[in-house]
């Protein structure tokens, strides 16, 4: 299909790119696909949180007060916040972010290279 290599950057592309923060619920209907962007060759600089039981867009279910919202919208503002100093861009190591104490949240922690296996 000739869209199928929309989400393949080329290394150039890719190695310009900011540090991007993608989070996903554990039910999300692009799950493979989020998981297959996110371990793309090139992209170095990527942080994936998933958030157990959510489904796509559960963020904008704020009004719901669901802890895992709240989770993911403090969680976006802190990566601005982190990157976006003086209007530079620092770097970002790949991560997945840990399942919160609170037992809500994000789940599995790993690096770029085992982030293929946990997805």
Same mark, same amino acid.
Request: proline content about 3%.
């Given at each position: ?26 039910s999300?209907v ?22 157990? %039981? ?8 704020v ?13 976006a ?21 840990a ?5 809500? %949240? ?7 290279a ?6």
């Amino acid at each position: 299909h000739r869209m199928d290599n929309l989400l393949n950057l080329s290394l150039e592309t890719a190695e310009k790119m900011p540090p991007l923060l993608v989070q996903a619920g554990s039910s999300e209907v692009l799950h493979d696909e989020i998981a297959l962007f996110c371990t793309s060759v090139g992209l170095k600089r990527v942080k994936l949180e998933v958030y157990q %039981g959510m489904v796509h867009v559960f963020q904008m279910f704020v009004d719901m007060k669901l802890p895992e919202t709240a989770d993911a919208l403090q969680s976006a503002g802190s990566f601005i916040r982190q990157h976006c100093r003086s209007g530079g861009v620092s770097t970002l190591k790949p991560t997945v972010e840990a399942a919160s104490s609170s037992g809500g %949240g994000r789940v599995s922690e790993k690096t770029q290279a085992e982030k293929s296996t946990t997805l």
